[in-house]
Protein backbone atom coordinates (compact mmCIF):
# COMPACT_ATOMS: atom_id res chain seq x y z
CA UNK A 1 0.00 0.00 0.00
CA UNK A 2 1.40 3.34 -1.10
CA UNK A 3 0.89 6.71 1.61
CA UNK A 4 0.86 9.76 0.27
CA UNK A 5 1.97 13.01 2.11
CA UNK A 6 1.55 16.52 0.52
CA UNK A 7 3.66 19.12 1.38
CA UNK A 8 3.90 22.92 0.13
CA UNK A 9 1.15 24.82 2.01
CA UNK A 10 0.99 28.07 3.47
CA UNK A 11 -0.07 31.88 3.45
CA UNK A 12 0.10 33.53 0.63
CA UNK A 13 -1.19 37.03 -1.09
CA UNK A 14 -4.15 37.04 -3.70
CA UNK A 15 -2.01 36.62 -7.32
CA UNK A 16 0.56 35.00 -5.77
CA UNK A 17 1.66 31.64 -6.45
CA UNK A 18 2.27 27.81 -4.49
CA UNK A 19 3.71 24.80 -5.51
CA UNK A 20 2.35 21.85 -3.45
CA UNK A 21 4.25 18.74 -3.57
CA UNK A 22 2.60 15.02 -2.85
CA UNK A 23 5.41 12.49 -2.20
CA UNK A 24 4.76 8.65 -1.92
CA UNK A 25 6.09 5.94 0.36
CA UNK A 26 5.80 2.25 0.26
CA UNK A 27 4.83 1.69 -3.55
CA UNK A 28 6.01 3.12 -6.79
CA UNK A 29 3.55 6.11 -7.63
CA UNK A 30 3.92 4.57 -11.48
CA UNK A 31 0.81 2.18 -10.49
CA UNK A 32 -1.65 5.23 -10.34
CA UNK A 33 -3.46 7.70 -11.67
CA UNK A 34 -2.63 11.08 -9.18
CA UNK A 35 -5.19 14.09 -8.98
CA UNK A 36 -5.70 16.52 -6.30
CA UNK A 37 -8.59 17.31 -4.59
CA UNK A 38 -9.51 20.65 -2.55
CA UNK A 39 -12.47 20.57 0.41
CA UNK A 40 -13.00 24.27 1.75
CA UNK A 41 -14.46 25.02 4.84
CA UNK A 42 -18.29 24.36 4.91
CA UNK A 43 -17.71 22.86 1.44
CA UNK A 44 -17.53 19.69 -0.56
CA UNK A 45 -14.49 18.01 -1.85
CA UNK A 46 -13.79 18.88 -5.21
CA UNK A 47 -11.54 17.61 -7.71
CA UNK A 48 -8.50 20.18 -9.06
CA UNK A 49 -6.54 18.32 -11.38
CA UNK A 50 -5.73 14.87 -12.29
CA UNK A 51 -2.59 13.64 -14.47
CA UNK A 52 -2.40 9.99 -16.18
CA UNK A 53 -0.20 7.27 -15.23
CA UNK A 54 2.60 8.41 -17.57
CA UNK A 55 1.73 11.69 -17.33
CA UNK A 56 0.93 12.23 -21.09
CA UNK A 57 -2.86 13.18 -20.07
CA UNK A 58 -3.84 16.19 -17.59
CA UNK A 59 -7.89 17.47 -16.51
CA UNK A 60 -8.76 20.34 -14.69
CA UNK A 61 -11.19 21.74 -13.16
CA UNK A 62 -12.37 24.80 -15.25
CA UNK A 63 -12.35 27.16 -11.98
CA UNK A 64 -8.27 26.49 -12.10
CA UNK A 65 -7.58 25.84 -15.92
CA UNK A 66 -4.65 27.79 -17.13
CA UNK A 67 -3.67 28.74 -13.41
CA UNK A 68 -2.88 25.53 -12.13
CA UNK A 69 -0.34 22.79 -13.66
CA UNK A 70 -0.36 18.98 -12.39
CA UNK A 71 2.89 17.60 -12.96
CA UNK A 72 4.52 13.93 -12.03
CA UNK A 73 8.24 12.37 -11.64
CA UNK A 74 8.04 8.42 -11.13
CA UNK A 75 11.54 8.69 -11.18
CA UNK A 76 11.00 10.47 -7.78
CA UNK A 77 7.78 9.18 -6.66
CA UNK A 78 6.54 12.71 -6.53
CA UNK A 79 2.94 14.66 -8.13
CA UNK A 80 3.20 18.08 -8.02
CA UNK A 81 0.53 21.08 -8.39
CA UNK A 82 1.74 24.39 -9.52
CA UNK A 83 -0.65 27.14 -8.22
CA UNK A 84 -0.27 30.84 -10.11
CA UNK A 85 -2.76 33.72 -10.06
CA UNK A 86 -4.32 32.44 -6.94
CA UNK A 87 -7.70 33.52 -5.68
CA UNK A 88 -9.30 33.73 -2.30
CA UNK A 89 -11.69 31.46 -3.68
CA UNK A 90 -8.65 28.80 -3.98
CA UNK A 91 -8.07 28.38 0.06
CA UNK A 92 -8.75 25.56 1.21
CA UNK A 93 -7.39 22.17 2.65
CA UNK A 94 -5.80 20.39 -0.45
CA UNK A 95 -5.43 16.48 -1.13
CA UNK A 96 -3.37 14.17 -3.05
CA UNK A 97 -5.05 11.18 -4.50
CA UNK A 98 -4.44 7.83 -6.72
CA UNK A 99 -6.66 5.86 -8.29
CA UNK A 100 -4.98 2.52 -10.02
CA UNK A 101 -8.30 2.36 -12.39
CA UNK A 102 -9.06 5.26 -13.81
CA UNK A 103 -8.27 8.67 -13.57
CA UNK A 104 -9.27 10.71 -10.48
CA UNK A 105 -12.50 13.04 -10.88
CA UNK A 106 -15.45 14.26 -9.16
CA UNK A 107 -17.64 11.29 -10.43
CA UNK A 108 -14.98 8.32 -9.22
CA UNK A 109 -14.01 9.76 -5.65
CA UNK A 110 -15.64 7.29 -3.89
CA UNK A 111 -13.26 4.91 -5.78
CA UNK A 112 -9.95 6.58 -4.95
CA UNK A 113 -7.63 4.00 -3.53
CA UNK A 114 -5.18 6.56 -1.06
CA UNK A 115 -5.50 9.61 -0.10
CA UNK A 116 -3.18 12.09 1.42
CA UNK A 117 -3.79 14.06 5.11
CA UNK A 118 -4.16 17.36 3.12
CA UNK A 119 -2.01 20.90 3.31
CA UNK A 120 -3.74 23.84 3.83
CA UNK A 121 -3.63 26.66 1.23
CA UNK A 122 -4.82 30.29 2.57
CA UNK A 123 -5.12 33.05 -0.45
CA UNK A 124 -5.64 36.75 1.61
CA UNK A 125 -7.31 39.45 -0.42
Known amino acids: QVQLVESGGGLVRAGGSLRLSCAAS????????MGWFRQAPGKEREFVAAISHNGLYTKYADSVKGRFTISRDNALNTVSLQMNSLKPEDTAVYYC??????????????????WGQGTLVTVSS
Open 26 to 33: GRTLRSYA
Open 97 to 114: AGNSRALPDDANQKAIEV
